[in-house]
C-alpha cells in the first residue's frame, strides 16, 4: 500500500518544507494542469526539478495537459520517477509509455471517471501504473464519486491477468472516509491531497490512511 500525497493544497510558496512534513509519503504526487485539457493551471517542469533537488522522496508527475507526447519527456529529464499522461489526451500512448521508460521513469497512464478501462486492456503490459480518477480532473477538494468503484474493480481484474507489478492509484477525493472502499475494489497507491494537507499533522495523516487502506484488505 503505498501513499502518494498531492501537493496541490500544499502551500506553494515553501513546497520543500511541505514536502518534509509527510516524510514517509511514497512518492510526491504533483498535479501538472495546463488549462487546455482541465480548466486550471499549476505548475510545469522547472517547479518539479527545483522540488526533485529539495524532496528526499520521489516525484510523481500527473500530467493533466494536452499533448503528453510532447510534454512528458521534459517531466523525466526534470527529475520525475513517475510520470502519468492521460489517455484522452495521447495521440500515441504506447509509444509514450515506451519513451517513458527508455529514459528510466514509471509510465503511468490516467482515466478520467467516464473513461472505460475496456479498450486500453492492450496497452497495459506497456504501464507501470493506471490511475484511476474518482473526481473529475481540474480541482483539488472535491467529493469522491463513488460511481468510479466498479471500473477500480474491473482494473484490478485485468492487471490481475496480465500479471507483473503494475500498480493501481486512486485520485481524488481519498479520505479516511473513502480509501477503505478504494482498497476493497483493489487499488493499492493512494493520492490524498486535502485530506492529508487539510489535517493538523499532514505526516500522521499519511500514515492513518496507510493503516486504514491495509486494515481494508485483511
Ligand atoms: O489530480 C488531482 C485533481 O485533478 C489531484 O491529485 C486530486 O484532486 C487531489 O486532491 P484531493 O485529494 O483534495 O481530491
Ligand atoms: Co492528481
Known amino acids: 500500500m ?37 480548466p486550471n493551471l499549476t505548475l510545469g517542469a522547472p517547479v518539479i526539478e527545483a522540488l526533485a533537488k529539495a524532496a528526499t522522496q520521489p516525484i510523481d508527475a500527473h500530467l493533466m495537459i494536452e499533448d503528453p507526447d510532447r510534454w512528458a519527456p521534459q517531466f523525466v529529464e526534470a527529475g520525475a520517477s513517475s510520470v502519468t499522461f492521460h489517455v484522452e489526451a495521447a495521440k500515441a500512448p504506447v509509444r509514450l509509455a515506451r519513451e517513458l521508460r527508455a529514459q ?47 471500473k477500480i474493480r474491473r482494473t484490478r481484474a485485468l492487471l490481475d491477468k496480465v500479471g507483473g507489478d503494475i500498480w493501481l ?24 491531497g486535502s485530506a492529508v494537507y487539510g489535517a493538523d499533522d499532514p505526516g500522521a495523516m499519511v500514515e492513518r490512511l496507510r493503516e486504514t487502506a491495509v486494515g481494508a484488505c485483511h
Open 2 to 38: 503505498r501513499i502518494t500525497p498531492s501537493l496541490l493544497n500544499a502551500d506553494f510558496a515553501n513546497l520543500a518544507g511541505e514536502a518534509a512534513r509527510i516524510p514517509t509519503a511514497d512518492f510526491l504526487h504533483m498535479d501538472v494542469m495546463d488549462n487546455h485539457f482541465v
Open 104 to 150: 528510466g521513469a514509471r509510465a503511468s497512464m490516467a482515466l478520467k471517471p467516464a473513461t472505460p478501462i475496456e479498450p486500453y486492456e492492450d496497452l497495459l503490459p506497456e504501464l507501470d501504473m493506471v490511475l484511476i480518477m474518482t473526481v473529475e480532473p481540474g480541482f483539488g477538494g472535491q467529493r469522491f464519486l463513488d460511481l468510479c468503484l466498479p
Open 169 to 192: 492509484q486512486v485520485d481524488g477525493g481519498v479520505s479516511l472516509e473513502t480509501i477503505e472502499r478504494c482498497a476493497e475494489a483493489g487499488a493499492d497507491t493512494f493520492v490524498a
